[in-house]
């Protein structure tokens, strides 16, 4: 459908001064979202941001038939979502109905952070790994390959771990290959199968697989006027987890992984799109190995921040780039580089050249005799003298010219049966010129995900205190999108209004406020039919 709108016609301006008539036209051309030339584009777009094509229909996944049923659903869909999108949140902020609370399992669970989750109806605990470097909800589900769920196969559990399964579930719904967010739609012999998943991960032969399903998650609302006793009911897309490799079989997120990425499959993202919260969310690490996790929490207004960066031009996850690192005093010629801030990697790793300056750095400023301690990975290790582990060298990432992210403790500590012997720093190297922080850096800080103003906050926490107004951040519910809220991976970029003449300086000022007004007809038109 191609639909032609002449938004002005003719513009006669009579300025009192020269009492002369200068016609301007205005016009914008409106493309309907499901139109061929609407398609075409969005194959044009996926084949230049590297995506594969099959059958010409790009990663479309299923592109609804003009006046079928699934066009208007689609198109109501939108509606509802947008209407939604126009209210302020409901809920300041929420949290798993198992409480905020997160759990350190050391070395039996690779350490990393887990927490309880509750799922379907009636609902199902699961004990599920915290990572922001992924995006998809997934547990075990009818399973065929997973890891043993028996509290007994644990040391750090005092009861077993569930296995879900859609058909005991009520509020259960199986998603379809022709759904938009099945990414292995193409590959369905029939569109209205249930939709395939699987999903590899940065660690050697790690993944799971299974079949996307629909469900509820059950969670707690924070401070709001309206919120008191109220559970929330979330809908969520999980993946039906049926068989897992590599560590998931190994004791890493053995009942699943709770994916906090910038995708649309995402928690804080089905959450944040259903007005529930703000688009955000809040991780938080104490030093006593405690630990919280808020959605919409968009931390206070002291904290520090750094913009989300794109890699390779696309923003599908939470990169920052690091200006200079600071061993001590010393801060270290060419040591920017971009990170990726991933709370389901245990420990921090920094491109090879950052990571000889650092650890050559640290060296040469620790008051310690290196060693070797068989079993762990680093390779700067230190014995710890009598009176325990030294003073060490602070570790500092600069962040532009006045953020910086002082590490709280950088050292992995190594005990033996009579105390500290040891003490490693808790840094490895990695291929290519991305770098990651892992939890251990994280320790000390409440992490801020504004994934609606796109980027990253951080301030010192203890962990215990639970979020404060966001309001006190000035970032209005109903505020225009900025320019970084445009280029998120989620935004729609709005393109400007371009008049079909620009307005000589004599007659500018007289035009002003009618051109303004005529910029937000065209923004509200274009919003309109092109979402």
Not at 355 to 377: I, T, W
Request: with cysteine; glycine share 10%.
């Amino acid at each position: 459908m191609e639909i032609r709108l002449i938004l002005l016609g003719l513009l006669f301006v009579v300025c009192a001064k020269g009492g002369f008539v200068e016609p301007i036209v205005y016009s914008a051309r409106v493309v309907h979202r499901f139109s061929d030339e609407a398609r075409a584009h969005r194959v044009f777009r996926d084949l230049k941001n590297g995506a594969q094509v099959a059958g010409g229909g790009g990663g479309l996944g299923f592109w609804p038939e003009r006046r079928s049923f699934e066009f208007y659903r689609r198109l109501l869909s939108s509606d509802v979502q947008r209407q939604t999108l126009k209210l302020n949140p409901q809920f300041q902020f929420l949290y798993p109905s198992e409480g905020s609370a997160t759990i350190p399992l050391g070395n039996d669970f690779g350490w990393l952070h887990y927490m309880w989750i509750d799922i379907a109806t009636p609902k199902a605990s699961f004990l599920v790994a915290l990572d922001a470097g992924s995006d998809l909800f997934w547990v075990p589900c009818d399973c065929v390959q997973c890891a043993p769920l028996s509290s007994s196969y644990y040391s750090s559990l005092d009861k077993d771990l569930n296995e879900y399964s859609p058909s005991t579930s009520s509020t259960s719904k199986s998603l379809s290959c022709s759904h938009h967010l099945c990414e292995l739609g193409l590959s369905c012999p029939n569109p209205k199968q249930q939709c395939p998943y699987t999903i590899n991960y940065y660690s050697d032969d790690t993944s799971t697989s299974g079949f996307l399903v629909e469900d509820v998650l059950h969670l707690v609302p924070g401070h709001h006027s309206d919120a008191s006793n109220k559970s929330v009911k979330a809908p969520v897309i999980i993946g039906c987890g049926s068989k897992q490799t590599g560590g998931y079989l190994n004791g890493v997120a053995p009942d699943g992984l709770l994916g906090l990425g910038l995708g649309e499959i995402s928690v804080p993202s089905f959450l944040a799109k259903a007005g529930y919260i703000k688009n955000s969310f809040s991780l938080c690490f104490n030093e006593d190995d405690s630990g919280r996790l808020f959605f919409g929490d968009q931390g206070i207004a002291e904290q520090q921040t750094t913009p989300f960066l794109p890699l390779d031009g696309k923003n599908l996850t939470y990169i920052v780039g690091v200006d200079e690192c600071c061993v001590g005093s010393s801060c270290l010629d060419k040591t920017s580089f971009k990170i990726l801030v991933d709370s389901g990697t245990s420990f921090t790793f920094l491109p090879d050249q950052v990571y000889g300056k650092v650890v050559d750095e640290f060296d040469r400023q620790v008051n310690a005799s290196k060693s070797m301690f068989q079993g762990y990975p680093w390779q700067y290790c230190y014995k710890s003298s009598s009176h325990g582990v030294p003073k060490i060298p602070s570790l500092t990432l600069k962040f532009g010219a006045s953020n910086t992210f002082v590490v709280s403790n950088p050292v992995f500590v190594i005990y033996g049966t009579q105390g500290a012997v040891g003490f490693c720093l808790a840094i490895q190297p990695t291929d290519g010129d991305v770098g990651t922080i892992g939890q251990n850096f994280m320790t000390g800080y409440k992490i801020v995900f504004d994934r609606e103003n796109f980027k990253l906050g951080w301030s010192r926490s203890n962990c215990q205190e639970e979020p404060l107004n966001p309001s006190a951040n000035g970032n209005s519910p109903n505020s225009l999108p900025t320019t970084e809220q445009q280029s998120s991976p989620n935004g729609h970029a709005v393109a400007p209004a371009v008049a079909g003449r620009t307005p000589s300086k004599s007659s500018a000022k007289c035009r002003l406020s009618f051109l303004a007004n005529s910029f937000l007809l065209l923004l509200t038109v274009h919003i309109s039919f092109i979402n």
